[in-house]
């Protein structure tokens, strides 16, 4: 057992319940926080003035929006199957919350006179748990499109069921190394472990793979094939209204905090403060290292409203291709990288070993990248020339068809 479990395992039944209260009104603030700061930023990018009226610089319009929803009115449509059609949104936000059971938001504090840590509890396989609660969450979108009992929603929730498929693969496969170099897969061991380098620099591949995988996971834009308005009108939540929306809504923004904090966690190493400023990890008794936690996941935020605000929506045939033909590949190619690379560290390999083997992979990604390269320049080619270029390698010629097949 493990320090932080020693620690999580003497708190009292009371603190655990306050502790989750306190995480799950940091959830949904977040939530009215998040789409405000979303409205604000993208009509900045887009030279607008965004939501300004209610409260001081708009703060209440959020919650606004939140009362409005609940006094519309809720509809069900006369073909839908009721009891499905109702438990899909509470899927759909119940299992957003649950991410938040590991992931450790400060370090060792004072809380009402016990040490402890703000974090519910730590699991020895607590990453393995996130993923797994988020595949459970899919099922709220695909029943949620499946009971609606209308074609549009129906194809969004298939959607979504096969986009979280794709990338939660590439996600697993990206998060591999991070078990390796850290030895464990309790959020706390992985936040102990980035104590000198973050693994964003270390396992920069992982760390991409990641932010491309957590974006398609959301469902967000250019991702947000599942609910894509172009084609699918409003998507799998086209026929909800009042509450059951809300609920959809709120399952979004708390998603995408949750995976901001996996990743604040996994690779900008945790609640700990920004190198050199380490000193600041005591103040207020440990509880600003949340500011240094929840400053992270704002950065992660950002990222998201960006790409949203500057990319437009990817076809799905792209979509699907992009993350089984590139992001699961190289997550695989890279997996086999660092594991032979920390076998030969542990063997006390020698320096010039490990450069030549180092050197080798640069060489054939650099080989691989022109092959690709020159595929991707003769296929522009033949598309300008409207005819297909002969092969640069020696192929038989097709026979031609015999008579008595043409007449046949």
Not at 3 to 18: E, F, H
Request: with cysteine.
């Amino acid at each position: 057992m493990t320090a932080t479990q020693q620690l999580l395992g003497t708190d009292p039944g009371w603190i655990i319940l306050v502790k989750g209260l306190i995480i799950f009104v940091i959830c949904v603030v977040a939530t009215l926080l998040c789409v405000w700061g979303e409205r604000r930023i993208v009509a900045f990018m887009q030279m607008r003035v965004g939501p300004n009226r209610v409260g001081k610089f708009g703060l209440l319009q959020s919650l606004a929006d939140g009362v409005k929803l609940a006094l519309k009115e809720d509809l069900i449509p006369k073909t839908a199957d009721r009891i499905v059609f109702v438990i899909a949104p509470i899927i759909s936000a119940t299992t957003c919350f649950m991410s938040f059971a590991v992931i450790p938001l400060t370090g060792t504090v004072q809380f009402f006179g016990h040490k402890t840590i703000l974090q519910l509890t730590d699991l020895p396989v607590g990453v393995l748990y996130v993923l797994a609660v988020a595949s459970v969450g899919v099922y709220g979108i695909v029943l949620a499109g499946w009971s609606s009992g209308s074609t549009y929603p129906l194809l969004g929730g298939l959607r979504s069921s096969a986009q979280v498929i794709s990338y939660e693969v590439a996600m697993g496969l990206s998060l591999v190394a991070v078990f390796i170099y850290a030895g464990s897969m309790s959020t706390s061991d992985i936040v102990a472990a980035q104590n000198h380098w973050w693994f964003s620099v270390v396992l920069f591949p992982s760390f991409v793979i990641y932010a491309i995988s957590m974006v398609g996971e959301t469902n967000r834009a250019p991702f947000d094939l599942a609910e894509a308005e172009g084609e699918l009108v409003g998507g799998f939540h086209t026929e909800y209204s009042s509450l059951k929306f809300a609920l959809f809504f709120l399952a979004e923004y708390v998603n995408i905090v949750a995976v901001s904090s996996l990743a604040t966690t996994l690779f900008m190493g945790g609640y700990h403060a920004l190198p050199g400023l380490g000193f600041t990890e005591t103040w207020l008794g440990g509880w600003f290292t949340m500011v240094w936690f929840l400053a992270k996941v704002v950065a992660f935020f950002f990222l998201f409203v960006w790409l949203r605000g500057t990319l437009p929506r990817m076809r799905y045939d792209q979509f699907m291709q992009f993350g089984w033909k590139v992001l699961i590949p190289i997550s695989l190619v890279w997996i086999m990288v660092v594991s032979t690379l920390r076998v030969m560290s542990q063997r006390n390999v020698g320096r010039m070993a490990t450069g030549g083997f180092t050197l080798g992979v640069v060489i054939l990604i650099i080989a691989a990248s022109s092959l690709l390269d020159s595929n991707k320049r003769r296929k522009a080619r033949e598309d300008e020339l409207g005819e297909q270029l002969p092969p640069s390698f020696p192929v038989p010629e097709i026979p031609a068809p015999r008579a008595e097949q043409l007449n046949g």
